[in-house]
């Protein structure tokens, strides 16, 4: 193919075949190939200066001119002519692939064909392992049908059956915390429900002695009778969660009917038109909000007695009525101790006229926690002023009890401005409210001396925190929940939730601001601290008799089982030696009867000795069991001998 003869000057002289190079060929493809190279090894040439540049089909820039984007035509420029022979050596698939790649380079496309084709790899590869793992699996169907087919809907189905079961799982447990996720749950038994949920050591050390009366707690509660349950509800102790437990979680052959939008409920005993819960979401406040333990020991009895002239919740006034005829009632009678607080007048206030027994409960809670989230809800805008504060009849002057704040209530104060008012109801409110304020006069501080008045204070709530029916602790909310179960024979449907993030944890203190808050409620600290261990004793003395129980219930199915098995197989032996006698023409079969009943006797007792040495620790009498064992088993063979 002859070249132009401007480019043939651009060139140069002609290129003389060097010694070993390849011949001249008829094939127009490889000769201008090998024109192509002989261009390229020539220095300073038009085409050695392109082979310098980017690769082949890659132009110098993503915005600049595409190389050579349409045919060449024919130009009298120097530059155009010299153009045209360079593209014209190339080879004609050459020079349609490098038009395709210039015209498509393009990053986001070479990505995605990047992926596409990897994706399509890695598909491709992943179905063979698989098929090659199905076909070693299910060689034998290999020659039933089209295998291939078969293999690619099952492989589908598979996949199919993953993924659903993954989308389940990640529904079903979406955290990390899912006991399905955790290798311990495989290796480990199941934990105790009831562990420490305070995160405090399992292993409790008792601080006070307390009699077998004061931890058993069991009454004996009859719902359909005149028995009813009084809720002392103390301000920020949790009251709120347990008392809608008590009104919408427990078992009841007749529940307790809550109506939407309505925070009352009706708790009617079974066939009857009466109540036998008293508490907020029950019977409302019908002594007061918040009423304590002085004005609802006062009040209780004369609503309940009252019921069937007044209205179960009645007014202000008539509030005023009964507790003022209560407290005459209590100076007036000859027997009557205003110092007195022994169980036997606890009991007395706890019974009407009627003979309806009254079962008091309520919850404490930690006093630095309980301050704390006080402080914020009068924050927010609480101020109690509907709580009456009923003692010896009347409620406090403004003298006797003052106020913390002049306006309309005390929202958004300080800490320390809560924490700097002395007259502020929050210090100690727990030993106030479940102590008899009679005994010191009520609110008047003059009275007394404080010291005289706080130890007064102390016994008075510790005496009637412990002879109550039933106490909680809000930071062992699975432990009350089974304390109370216990105590009146009431299941509820599901079990109480442990909260650790409330807004008084979400409170930062220093240890300052601690100090002083358990100053300000020492009275409170020494009560709980009283009450949290009388608590945890109940808990394990109910545990460890519940053990016992369960113990002693097996050992008595055992006995059972054994002594049936034993008199079914010696009657059996008998009527199969003497089959046509009667027990008249038999002397000897009542004497082998009375024998098998000897025998099965002293079965029993050697199998109760031994389990009882079991679960018995040694002790000095411990040879004393095992003789009267050795006695017990020479008996049991001699009765076999005599019996044979």
């Not at 027990?583 to 079969?589: A, F, G, V």
Request: net charge positive; charged share 25%; proline share 6%.
């Amino acid at each position: 193919m002859a070249l132009p003869a401007c480019a043939a000057r651009a060139l140069g002289p002609p290129l003389q075949p060097e010694r070993r190079a390849p011949a001249r060929t008829t094939c127009p493809r490889r000769h201008s190939r090998v024109e192509a190279e002989l261009a390229a090894s020539r220095p300073g040439s038009v085409a050695a200066s392109v082979r310098a540049g980017p690769p082949r089909g890659v132009s110098r820039g993503f915005n600049s001119q595409p190389f050579l984007d349409e045919p060449l035509k024919a130009s009298s420029s120097l530059a155009g002519a010299a153009r045209t022979p360079l593209f014209a050596l190339l080879s004609r698939g050459r020079r349609r692939r490098m038009h395709d790649l210039r015209r498509r380079w393009d990053l986001g496309s070479l990505c995605r064909a990047l992926l596409t084709r990897g994706l399509a790899a890695l598909g491709h590869s992943l179905k063979h392992v698989l098929g090659a793992i199905f076909s070693k699996i299910f060689g034998p169907l290999a020659s039933v049908g089209n295998m291939d087919e078969k293999s690619n809907k099952l492989l589908l189905a598979l996949v199919m059956l993953f993924l659903f079961a993954v989308i389940v799982l990640q529904y079903v447990c979406p955290g990390t915390e899912c006991q399905l996720l955790r290798l311990q749950a495989f290796s480990s038994p199941m934990p105790d429900p009831y562990r420490s949920e305070d995160e405090s050591s399992a292993r409790f050390v008792p601080r006070y002695n307390f009699s077998r009366g004061d931890l058993l707690r069991k009454v004996d509660f009859d719902i359909k009778g005149d028995d009813l349950i009084v809720f002392l509800h103390i301000q920020k102790t949790g009251g709120t969660t347990f008392g809608r437990h008590l009104v919408r979680n427990i078992q009841l052959e007749q529940p307790c009917e809550c109506r939407v939008g309505q925070k009352k409920c009706t708790c009617h005993r079974p066939g009857k038109r009466e109540t036998w819960l008293f508490s907020r979401f029950s019977t409302g406040w019908s002594c007061g909000l918040h009423a304590d333990w002085t004005e609802l020991t006062s009040c209780v009895p004369a609503v309940v007695d009252g019921k069937r002239d007044a209205r179960l919740r009645p007014s202000r006034w008539r509030i005023f009525q009964i507790l003022d005829a209560a407290s005459k009632d209590r100076r007036g009678s000859p027997n009557a101790n205003p110092g007195a607080n022994s169980p036997s007048s606890t009991k007395a206030r706890n019974a009407s006229k009627s003979g309806k027994n009254f079962y008091y409960i309520t919850i404490l809670r930690d006093p630095v926690s309980r301050y704390l989230s006080e402080w914020r809800h009068v924050q927010r805008g609480a101020t109690w002023k509907a709580s009456l504060h009923v003692c010896d009849g009347r409620p406090p002057t403004s003298e006797e009890l003052p106020s913390c704040y002049t306006g309309d209530d005390w929202s958004g104060c300080p800490l320390k401005e809560f924490m700097d008012c002395p007259y502020n109801l929050a210090n100690n409110r727990q030993v106030r409210m479940l102590s008899d304020l009679t005994l010191v006069g009520c609110y008047n501080l003059s009275v007394m001396p404080e010291k005289q008045r706080n130890k007064v204070l102390l016994e008075s709530a510790k005496s009637n925190l412990k002879h109550m029916a039933f106490f909680g602790l809000t930071e062992f909310q699975r432990k009350t929940q089974y304390l109370f179960e216990k105590t009146f024979n009431m299941n509820f449907i599901s079990p109480f939730t442990q909260y650790n993030t409330t807004r008084a944890s979400s409170v930062e203190i220093n240890e300052e601001i601690q100090k002083r808050i358990e100053g300000l409620n020492f009275l409170d600290m020494e009560l709980y601290s009283y009450a949290k261990d009388l608590f945890l004793q109940r808990y394990q003395f109910m545990r460890q008799k519940e053990h016992q129980e369960a113990r002693q219930k097996r050992q008595e199915q055992r006995k059972f089982l054994k002594g049936r098995f034993l008199q079914t197989h010696f009657q059996s032996q008998g009527q199969s030696q003497n089959p046509s006698q009667n027990p008249s023409q038999n002397p000897n079969l009542n004497a082998n009867q009375n024998v098998t009943q000897n025998l099965i006797q002293n079965l029993t007792q050697n199998s109760s000795q031994k389990e009882n040495r079991e679960s018995r620790k040694q002790n000095p009498g411990q040879e004393q069991s095992d003789g009267s064992a050795r006695n017990g088993t020479n008996d049991y063979i001699g009765s076999v001998e005599k019996w044979r």
